[in-house]
């Protein structure tokens, strides 16, 4: 059974743009939620979606924004980057219902220059 | 905030058992207690769970206090993969949402020849 797919694993942006990754969840999974982790603030939760709607949604700007398809599939996008925004973007799914494991993907890094 | 207070750092020699423990003092009734490793670059990896009994699996054992209040990860034979940082978090298992996962800045685990 393959696990949470990212895409893509690197990339390098500059400031002032925009950027979207991607994942796709394991198979079955509903729930797709986003963590940004940075060497100063650690893992932190962005958002969670469950069938095309988000349900949770962590302290970050406007900035950042997800979307859930259909199939699962998610993608976050972060506009107007910032040096700041520099950080291993994760993906972490699970099936959805209370005190499901949640299991996550490789990541995708990115950096803002 | 995270609700749980882990060592900064530990060593463990291979072959071992390496014993990284977790307070968790404030934990509620209906919390779990999950641990996830990371290896350097790679997504946060699940370990094990609990909630008041010990468990074990492929992986590690867990071993939850009476009160609750404090756990122990066991790494029965810890190899040099073992090395990585490993979270504790507490996790609310009811209600309609799966719940975010709140990390803390975790145990780094050094395992030497």
């Known amino acids: 059974k393959a696990g949470v797919t990212q895409t893509p694993r690197y990339l390098i942006k500059t400031r002032g743009q925009q950027v979207t990754l991607s994942c796709s969840p394991i198979s079955g999974h509903r729930s797709v939620s986003w963590y940004q982790q940075t060497p100063g603030q650690g893992l932190q939760f962005l958002f969670e979606?469950?069938?095309?709607?988000?349900?949770n949604k962590g302290n970050f700007p406007g900035r950042f924004s997800g979307r859930q398809f259909s199939n699962s599939r998610s993608e976050m996008n972060v506009s107007t980057l910032e040096l700041g925004d520099s950080a291993l973007y994760l993906c972490?799914?699970?099936?959805?219902?209370?005190?499901?494991?949640?299991?996550f993907g490789e990541g995708s890094w990115l950096t803002v220059v | 905030d995270a609700k749980t207070t882990q060592p900064t750092s530990m060593d463990c020699a291979e072959g071992r058992a390496a014993n990284l423990p977790c307070n968790h003092s404030t934990i509620s009734g209906n919390e779990y207690v999950y641990w996830y490793r990371q290896i350097h670059s790679q997504g946060p990896q699940y370990i094990i769970h609990?909630?008041?009994n010990n468990e074990t699996n492929e992986m590690a054992s867990l071993i939850i206090t009476e009160d609750r209040k404090s756990s122990t990860l066991i790494l029965p034979h810890a190899t040099l993969r073992d090395t990585a940082v490993y979270y504790c978090i507490v996790r609310v298992r009811n209600g309609g949402s799966q719940g975010n996962l709140i990390f803390g800045k975790g145990t780094k685990l050094s395992v030497k020849p």
């Open positions: 979606y469950f069938s095309e709607t988000q349900r």
């Open positions: 609990g909630l008041k």
């Open positions: 972490a799914s699970s099936l959805g219902h209370s005190g499901n494991t949640i299991y």
